[in-house]
């Protein structure tokens, strides 16, 4: 079975301070994809990234990285120098690669950034 | 480019009464589609999605049911709803075929309370 475990509820942070999400996923495929997603309070999903499991290159998008690391099934979010904008909920999600289309989620992580 | 309208953004239902939520896609063809619900402001469940018309397959057996009447209409019914129907319930689409990881767009979503 295929299961997402974001294990932080809730993280608050001053601004301008470092902050990394926890992923860590099961799946007994050899072919998935994981993905980040953020949902604003405003409620829309927003896609941030997608990693499929055979490319476990770090990946850095602004502020933004993520350490990808099958030996120990995480998939990690980094946000550096927070702001006060990146505040929501984080998702980390996962697709199975046989035959799988939906996403299976893990329960969010509430990130609160304080000025 | 691509987008994804869902309707109503809120909506207060009492109990017993019929629900009718809408998502239509624009700029695509042929996408797969989605239907999740957030309860109680956490975790992500899917509980429908759709790979044709009149192709519906259902994660969670529940009050609820899904049609697709149209390529890029999806359209999320209940009968008579119940208190515990309450939620935040999204739209998706994506494209890609099954196990080749789609990136999933998801819509404004619906604010839904039984009341």
């Known amino acids: 079975a295929q299961k997402v475990t974001q294990a932080q509820t809730e993280i608050s942070v001053v601004e301008k301070e470092d902050v990394t999400l926890d992923c860590v996923y099961e799946?007994?495929?050899?072919?998935?994809?994981l993905f980040w997603y953020k949902q604003p309070p405003s409620g829309e999903l927003v896609f941030l990234i997608r990693?499929?499991?055979?490319?476990?290159q770090n990946e850095i998008s602004g502020r933004y990285s993520w350490n990808f690391q099958k030996s120990t099934s995480s998939f990690n979010f980094t946000i550096t120098a927070s702001q006060v904008v990146d505040s929501a909920v984080y998702f980390c999600?996962?697709?199975?690669?046989?035959?799988?289309?939906?996403?299976?989620f893990g329960k969010g992580t509430t990130l609160s950034v304080s000025s | 480019s691509q987008t994804i309208h869902q309707w109503p953004a809120t909506l207060v239902q009492p109990v017993g009464s019929p629900l009718s939520l809408e998502c239509t896609v624009e700029?695509?063809?042929?996408?797969?589609l989605y239907w999740y619900r957030q309860a109680a402001g956490r975790g992500l469940q899917l509980l429908f999605y759709?790979?044709?018309?009149?192709?519906i397959s259902s994660e969670v057996p529940q009050n609820l049911s899904a049609s697709r009447p149209q390529d890029r209409q999806f359209i999320l019914s209940s009968k008579k709803l119940l208190l515990s129907d309450s939620g935040f319930y999204l739209c998706?689409?994506?494209?890609?075929?099954?196990?080749?990881?789609?990136?999933?767009?998801f819509g404004q979503g619906t604010r839904l309370t039984v009341v």
């Open positions: 759709s790979v044709g018309i009149g192709q």
């Open positions: 990693r499929n499991s055979f490319d476990e």
């Open positions: 799946t007994r495929d050899t072919t998935y994809y």
């Open positions: 999600a996962l697709i199975k690669g046989q035959a799988g289309t939906a996403l299976i």
């Open positions: 700029g695509t063809s042929n996408p797969n």
């Open positions: 998706a689409w994506s494209h890609l075929g099954p196990g080749q990881g789609g990136i999933a767009f």
